[in-house]
Nanobody, 124 residues
């Protein structure tokens, strides 16, 4: 069993940066693919970024490419989402999720474990 806890959300202005963290329990976490998803009010939850267990492979939604960077520190059992040049449309609850089978997929149904989410609000 893996538990995921997000942190780092907050209220920022457009153009600012923010770093989200996803801290995990469980020794096998380093083999998990981890994804970040977000859900804006009244909208479905969307894929943002993912990273392989080793950290060597990443992928991003087109809407965040060039602005967001996903990384991980397996020694700390933590995955990060560095967000730069934030826009009001990035406002959402951000969730991290873990796939114990190490697949590199965008669908949230792939992921077995989810955090509780952290709110990011970007003002214009």
């Amino acid at each position: 069993q893996v538990q995921l806890v997000e942190s780092g959300g907050g209220l920022v202005q457009a153009g600012d940066s923010l770093r989200l963290s996803c801290a995990a329990s469980g020794r096998s976490f380093r083999s998990y693919t981890v994804g970040w998803f977000r859900q804006a009010p009244g909208k479905e939850r969307d894929f943002v970024a993912l990273i392989s267990g080793s950290g060597s492979n990443t992928d991003y939604a087109d809407s965040v490419k060039g602005r967001f960077t996903i990384s991980r520190d397996n020694a700390k059992n933590t995955v990060y989402l560095q967000m730069s040049s934030l826009k009001p449309e990035d406002t959402a609850v951000y969730y991290c999720a873990g796939d114990q089978y190490g697949r590199m997929r965008y669908s949230e149904s792939t992921y077995d474990y989810w955090g509780q989410g952290t709110q990011v609000t970007v003002s214009s």
